[in-house]
């Protein structure tokens, strides 16, 4: 128990800093950019879990030798007010951290999913005033504006594609093909969950400057997942010319108080001024993923996105096993 919880908590120092900041500065994850979004994934519940585990196990370490034994003994001190001597300060400082950090996270998550619903509705309130049915399909909807706009957003039988009358103007018939097959990938990939889950770890742990790189390259991920889906039946030069379209759009709009949130991402997520920022990060975005249009590079092998998918799982394994395998480290 005393070296786990030293080890738990190197492993969360390195998945909080050097790792995140290594990965965010990669360039395969545009080559197999699926593969990047799980790793990012496991790194942040691996150093959740670490975190966490480290404060937990060391707090432990005098009543029990492993997790189980340490959390009955707990226990009875708790609900059967069992003598408390064995614990010290310290002991009961990182127990009482980790009692709150968990709930700081549990919290912060629900509350970042009140919000999103929130906004939702009253984004769907104004689109029930302010849209009309598209002739392009059952849950597209068109907003009276001169800008080219178009995102989605999600509410499961009821999620929609908004498009701007500016954007269906500017847009060739194929362009606005790929438009739509982008934004539907979106919803049936259900990227708003990956999007709600990263803005409630930033928001829990705004400090931590790889909460930010997390968000950042997420949602560029999420982007290229979806330019990927209108590849498969639009041409790379009608997608590019689509992106620069809706991309002016969201130059054009940012920081104004139009109906459309200031990037696509946030429409996904439903927090307007929490997530990625303002329309130049969409803008930024959009540069990247015409660059990995232009200049193509092979996907990455199968060997190494297997060594990569394996790295997952061992990220995810290791601190699951510090905790939970009695007597692991003697």
Known sequence: ????????????????????????RAQWPARSPFTAMLLWQAIALAGGLSMIGAMLVYGL???????????????????FSAPTTALGFWHIFALSAAALLTAHLVFTL????Y?????RRRHRELLALLASPSGQGTGTLVISHESPVAYCLPGGARSVTVLSDGLMAALEPAELRAVLIHE?????????????????????????PTTRLAQESVNSLIEMLA?????????????????AIVASGSAANSGTGNIRPSSPSLALSGLEAASVGPGSDA??????????LL?????LPAAARSAVLAGCILLLALPTALLVVPGLLG
């Open 61 to 79: 370490e005098p009543i029990g030798d492993n997790l189980v034994a340490g959390l009955r003994a707990l226990a009875g001190m708790v609900l």
């Open 1 to 24: 128990m005393f070296w786990a919880s030293y080890l738990l908590a190197v492993f969360a120092i390195v998945l909080a800093w050097p790792v995140p900041i290594l990965l965010s």
């Open 110 to 113: 629900l509350l970042t999913y």
């Open 283 to 292: 803008v930024r975005t959009a540069a990247s993923r015409v660059s990995r």
């Open 184 to 208: 539907n990938a979106h919803l049936s990939q259900r990227h708003h969950l990956l999007l709600w889950a990263f803005a409630a770890w930033r928001q829990a742990l705004p400090w931590l």
């Open 295 to 299: 200049t193509p590079q092979p996907q």
């Open 227 to 243: 330019d990927d889906v209108a590849l498969r039946t639009e041409s790379k030069a009608t997608l590019i010319k689509a992106i």
């Open 115 to 119: 919000k999103i619903q929130r906004q």
